[in-house]
């Protein structure tokens, strides 16, 4: 058998052992998981990282197992900067060529920006392109039996170098690896954690997951930026950054809806949403929605008690015309909406306790506040919405910000954590997000003739 097919024998199958004997290093646990995705055929593989983790030299590994072992292949490289792709990932590629046993070594050559299988040159390569927008064909029209495409640092990669990328990445037999510091919260690499997600195999390794970084680092990092900082988040934890980019519903989307001029149909049911303070220092709001229309601006009631809430809430639903009346009034019944939401039933009020930190109906949510703000976000973008010239809700609305979590659902920032970030506790907007439960939400929902079913609620 000829030195070649023993190789491929040996190694076809079987990065890790690759790397273990071949290369003579050991993969942190991390990096081994990394290379059995490629090994089992995952085709869309992307890494966030903290700094100095190692990921640039496991992207090396790939790059030397895939032009070894699959021929012919065709690999490209790129960064959005030529100091990123030759300084950093071309650099590395070199290091670990210069480790190869000579034999092996022997089997290629390799320039400035090449590597190249001397067995067949034209055929079997690895290639550095340099990512830019201007030219953003550095993925383009890859083709053969094998690809493989690496982009590190992939945040900082222009969008269009992703979309020119579009058939080479799609090939059948094509494998594409991101990897880099997560710097930005919107983009493809971004959307490949979330959106995409479904499409990729995702890897997310901090600092302290990585035995390569030095356990000062992070305590360094921490001092200088504070632990909360995105400098912090991006090179530590390996979590993208917190941004006015992270807000749910963006300050244009609600203020395009003021005062917007649009049909509302008059037989469309109306819906109020009461929010409950839950501490003195918290508003009680009332949102009153027919369908794509705020009614009016939010009734507020500050430091009342129950009984007195109670009341106006009860006074109000009353007073109003008979065919202006709610179908149905939904109600925070977190702490003390509960007793709220007992009194107005037992007056026979159409009232339905929600509890927003339950179950949602869709596995996309964390949690049921996470399912209503998303869908007061669809809400808006529907564009045929209309809410009136209420400085407060206009403002509260943009309030909250939303992350993933690490199973991948949406999450809505909670009341607590916007006082800590100094804010007022958006009540008006979370008033006009319970009149979201209308539109088929899960969660237990206390139907209003039937006793509440209440659990404690964080
Ligand atoms: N498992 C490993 N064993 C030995 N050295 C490693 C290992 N992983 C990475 N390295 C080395 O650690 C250094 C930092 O890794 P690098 O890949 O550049 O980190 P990153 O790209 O995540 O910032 C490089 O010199 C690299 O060769
Ligand atoms: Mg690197």
Sequence with gaps: MSEVTQFLERYYKDPVAFVENVLEVRPEPWQRLILEAFARGDRKISIRSGHGVGKTACASWLLLFHILTRIPQKSVCTACTSTQLFDSLFSELKIWIERLPPVIRNWLDYTSERVVLKASPHESFIVAKTARAETPDALQGIHSENVLLVVDEAAAVAEPVYEAAGSSMTSEHACTVLLGNPTRPTGYFYETFHRLSGDWTNFKISCFDSSRVAKTYPEEMAAMYGEDSNVYRTRV????????????????????????????????????????????????????????????????????????????????????????????????????????????????????????????????????????????????????CRIPDDRKLISELSVPKYTYNSRGKLKIEAKEEIKQRGLKSPDLADSFVLTMMDHGSGGSIAPWNQPLKRRVAL
């Design 237 to 384: 934890l390996a979590e993208f950054p917190m941004t006015e980019d992270d807000v749910l519903i963006s300050t244009e989307l609600v203020a395009a809806a003021v005062e917007r001029d649009v049909e509302v149909n008059p037989d469309a049911g109306i819906v109020w949403g009461l929010d409950v303070a839950r501490y003195g220092q918290d508003s009680s709001a009332l949102c009153k929605r027919k369908k794509n229309h705020v009614l009016e601006k939010i009734k507020i009631w500050n430091r009342i008690d129950l009984m007195e809430l109670t009341g106006n809430v009860v006074n109000e639903y009353e007073e109003t015309h008979e065919t202006d009346k709610p179908d149905q009034i939904f109600v925070d019944s977190i702490g003390l909406g509960a007793g709220v939401v007992d009194r107005m039933q037992e007056l026979g009020l159409p009232v339905r306790g929600i509890n927003v930190s339950e179950t949602p109906s869709s596995d996309k949510y964390a949690n049921m506040r996470a399912e209503l703000w998303d869908k007061a976000k669809s809400w808006f973008e529907q564009r045929d």
